[in-house]
Each structure stands twice: as structure tokens, then as C-alpha cells.
């Protein structure tokens, strides 16, 4: 089992930033691929961005590519997701992910989840 734990959200302005976290604990954290995905009210969970095992390798969802960054630091069990330029649309539930396998970008393939951080961008 992999237990995870997202914090960092809030409210912020159109075109601010915010840092989310994701501590992990149980099994080993370097053997698990991590993902960052979204949920708005009444929409499809989304993928947001997804990182390999030892952060060499990064994907990104086309809407948030060049505004949000994924990074994990295997020493201290954590992913972050560094979201800059932030808009109204960005508004959504973050949650994030660990898989056994590699970076992917569908939800369905994930194993473990964290119970969600609120984001909510104001114009």
C-alpha cells in the first residue's frame, strides 16, 4: 500500500501561483511512477502531469504545458506540482497518483490515490 497525502491549495488570482505537495508513505516511493490529476465540479477526472520513477522523465496535459511543473524528490517522498500563470479554468480538485509501472496519463492506471487538495482560481 502506498498512502498519499496532498496539501498546498487555495485560493488564488488569475495569473498566480501555488505549490501542491504530495507526501508518500508505505512502500517504497522510488518505485512508483506519480501523476498529478484534476476534477472540477460536474466534469471528468483529467490528467494534469505525470513523472517516471526517477524524475527524468516528465508528461504534460497540452492545456497546462509551459504554466505547471511536476518534480518528485525521492529522499523525502514527494511530488510537487509548481503551478504558475493560473486561470479560472485551472479551478479544480488536484489529487495525485502513483502507479507500479510508468508515466501515464490515465487515471485508470493508476493504483494509489491521495484524498485531494482544492484549487480555486478567481478572475
Known amino acids: 500500500q502506498v498512502q498519499l497525502v496532498e496539501s498546498g491549495g487555495g485560493l488564488v488570482q488569475a495569473g498566480g501561483s501555488l505549490r501542491l505537495s504530495c507526501a508518500a508513505s508505505?512502500?517504497?516511493?522510488?518505485?512508483?511512477?506519480m501523476g498529478w490529476f484534476r476534477q472540477a465540479p460536474g466534469k471528468e477526472r483529467e490528467f494534469v502531469a505525470a513523472?517516471?520513477?526517477?524524475?527524468?522523465?516528465?508528461y504534460y496535459a497540452e492545456s497546462v504545458k509551459g504554466r505547471f511543473t511536476i518534480s518528485r524528490d525521492n529522499a523525502k517522498n514527494a511530488v510537487y506540482l509548481q503551478m504558475n500563470s493560473l486561470k479560472p479554468e485551472d479551478t479544480a480538485v488536484y489529487y495525485c497518483?502513483?502507479?507500479?509501472?510508468?508515466?501515464?496519463?490515465?487515471?485508470?492506471?493508476?493504483?494509489?490515490w491521495g484524498q485531494g487538495t482544492q484549487v480555486t482560481v478567481s478572475s
Open positions: 513523472i517516471n520513477r526517477n524524475g527524468g522523465t516528465t
Open positions: 508505505g512502500r517504497t516511493f522510488s518505485n512508483y511512477a
Open positions: 497518483a502513483a502507479n507500479a509501472l510508468a508515466v501515464r496519463s490515465t487515471a485508470r492506471e493508476y493504483d494509489y
